[in-house]
């Protein structure tokens, strides 16, 4: 058996579950984390896994709802995020989110305690050194500039980018709850994991309008021709689409009833908890560039928001990713050096709980080469199956952009479907399908090994 150590770059989501996923297998790591001696536009911490975006994972609905199926396959291949997720969770309906300060050091303790992982705090400010035989980069969105550009030096493309947004945090006992209220859409959950503040069509109005005509930040040189992402739109991008973008995105004010009041609400703005004393609410969807001093004017527009105090305002910041369907083979590995594999948002996936499944593969695929042992795909008929294949050739190269996994991504299951039923037949036959191939691909690897 080889020893040396499998070179993890990056300690975010990916980093630290390729790490996990690699030891777990009895190879050792090295992971390269370079917080704090180098910061980033987005992170506030030295925290290995710290989110930055927000605090969701999204759904945990394991039987209708992609997002919730790629949750379920994260905890049968033993992953590290969804374990220490579960530990750090608060409420949030049907969806899974986190406490970032327990989640962060939770996943960091249990790297820092492994005995087959060394963590090395610096950057790599370059290509990794020729005798590292077996690298994994998860640098994820905010790679330093000097390994960006080594990356884009050895592979002749120009990296992609696009904006991601960070939406702002609200002291919960600052909410006036005489006008706002808790209910989560169609009561899912415990029925009250959401706080909604309600707007009449006047007050939405005014406040869309109010979005159009705030200032905002300046961008850098490098980043004004930079893109969105679709599904990380800025408040104000939405806002400028047409007046009714918001009423049908964030926004919307179905499956909600107001206590206070028998009207009917025209658009709700609603605040998911973002730890696990309850004391901090983050304002869903609303991800912005403004000017700090202009959130606090505009924000404070929101019903239930009059008197708001922020932990934390909304910013921007760029995201990087390569052209993975035409730069890395099935196995996560460069072409053009075939010793380093990308994982994470790096590779043109987009999410938390997509970048650590990535994460997943890349180190299992690692470590199993490290051993001798076949590395062997997931089929694509399971959530971990169709996100690798999107990214390493199931997707359009020259229209690449990043991606969350969704049922769009998998093979059509077998049947028709009908009655008034039949879209969450399909999906559930989409799960039932996934988790019984998964399980078998789990199976056939402890039987190679």
């Not at 994991?193 to 707007?199: G, H, K, L, T, V």
């Not at 408040?235 to 047409?242: D, L, N, P, T």
């Amino acid at each position: 058996m080889n020893t040396k150590p499998i070179h993890i770059i990056g300690g975010g989501m990916a980093g630290s579950e390729a790490a996990w996923q690699a030891a777990q297998m009895g190879v050792p790591v090295v992971l390269h984390e370079m917080r704090p001696h180098v910061k980033t536009p987005a992170h506030k911490t030295d925290g290995l896994a710290e989110l930055v975006c927000s605090n969701s994972f999204r759904s945990d609905d394991m039987e209708h709802n992609a997002v919730g199926l790629l949750h379920e396959e994260m905890r049968r291949c033993g992953s590290l995020i969804m374990r220490e997720g579960k530990k750090a969770a608060v409420p949030a309906g049907g969806a899974l989110a986190v406490d970032r300060d327990i989640f962060s050091a939770g996943v960091t303790k249990a790297l820092t305690d492994h005995p087959l992982i060394t963590i090395e705090r610096g950057e790599v400010s370059g290509l990794p050194p020729e005798e590292w035989d077996s690298v994994i980069i998860a640098t994820g969105p905010l790679t330093s500039a000097l390994l960006a550009e080594a990356i884009r030096n050895l592979t002749g493309e120009d990296s992609l980018a696009f904006f991601d947004a960070i939406a702002p945090i609200v002291h919960k006992d600052s909410i006036n709850m005489d006008v706002a209220w808790f209910q989560s859409r169609y009561d899912k959950g415990t029925g009250k994991d959401y706080i909604n503040c309600p707007m009449n069509e006047a007050q939405y109005n005014a406040f869309v309008q109010a979005l159009l005509t705030a200032e905002y930040g300046d961008f850098k040189e490098w980043e004004k021709d930079t893109p969105y992402f679709d599904g990380c739109l800025p408040v104000e991008v939405m806002a400028a689409r047409g007046v009714e973008t918001l009423r049908f995105g964030p926004m919307k004010p179905v499956g909600l009833t107001n206590p206070n009041s028998p009207e009917r609400p025209y658009a709700v703005v609603q605040l998911r908890q973002d730890n696990a004393l309850g004391t901090l609410y983050n304002i869903v969807g609303f991800q912005t560039k403004m000017k700090y001093g202009e959130q606090t004017r505009v924000f404070k527009m929101i019903p239930g928001l009059e008197n708001a105090e922020f932990a934390r305002l909304g910013g921007l910041h760029r995201n990087t990713f390569i052209n993975s369907p035409k730069l890395l083979n099935e196995t996560l590995q460069l072409k053009a050096m075939p010793r380093i594999r990308f994982a994470g948002q790096i590779t043109g996936c987009e999410g938390y709980v997509e970048s650590a499944s990535v994460g997943i593969l890349a180190g299992r695929f690692a470590a199993a080469e490290k051993l001798g042992q076949p590395m062997e795909l997931p089929p694509v008929t399971t959530a971990l199956g169709a996100l690798l294949n999107h990214i390493t050739g199931g997707a359009e190269a020259e229209t690449f952009q990043p991606m969350n996994i969704n049922f769009g991504l998998f093979p059509q299951p077998e049947g028709k479907f009908r009655g008034k039923n039949k879209k969450m037949d399909k999906k559930k036959a989409y799960t039932s399908r996934a988790l019984n191939d998964l399980d078998g691909w789990l199976n056939s690897l402890k039987i190679a090994a």
